[in-house]
């Protein structure tokens, strides 16, 4: 059984700066694609940052600039650390991966249980 924990949301005015961690934990033997969604009350999830199975990155428009994804791959962990923080960037931050398992013959995607970062003054 695979889970990613994610931690560091919360609370933080506007120009500030959080980090986010996602740890991935389980019987893994790889993992491929990961990255960070976000969603707000009554919107779709919509992708914030994310490492492709090809090892490029992509990030919504509206964060690049502000916002970094990085990994440690030792760890199974994903970060994305997020500066000049907007009020409009206040959502539930999911993590997402792609892993495989032992004796697993295809990609399972696997989503952290959310975490909330308020950007408020």
């Known amino acids: 059984q695979v889970q990613l924990v994610e931690s560091g949301g919360g609370l933080v005015q506007p120009g500030g700066s959080l980090r986010l961690s996602c740890a991935a934990s389980?019987?893994?033997?790889?993992?491929?694609?990961m990255g960070w969604y976000r969603q707000t009350p009554g919107k779709q999830r919509e992708l914030v940052a994310r490492?492709?199975?090809?090892?490029?990155?992509n990030y919504a428009d509206s964060v690049k600039g502000r916002f970094t994804i990085s990994r440690d791959n030792a760890k199974n962990t994903v970060y994305l650390q997020m500066n000049g923080l907007k009020p409009e960037d206040t959502a539930v931050y999911y993590c997402?991966?792609?892993?495989?398992?032992?004796?697993?013959?295809?990609?399972?995607?696997?989503w952290g249980q959310g975490t909330q970062v308020t950007v408020s003054s």
């Open positions: 997402q991966m792609d892993v495989r398992t032992p004796f697993a013959t295809t990609w399972f995607v696997r």
């Open positions: 389980g019987s893994i033997t790889s993992i491929n694609a």
């Open positions: 490492f492709t199975s090809g090892g490029n990155t």
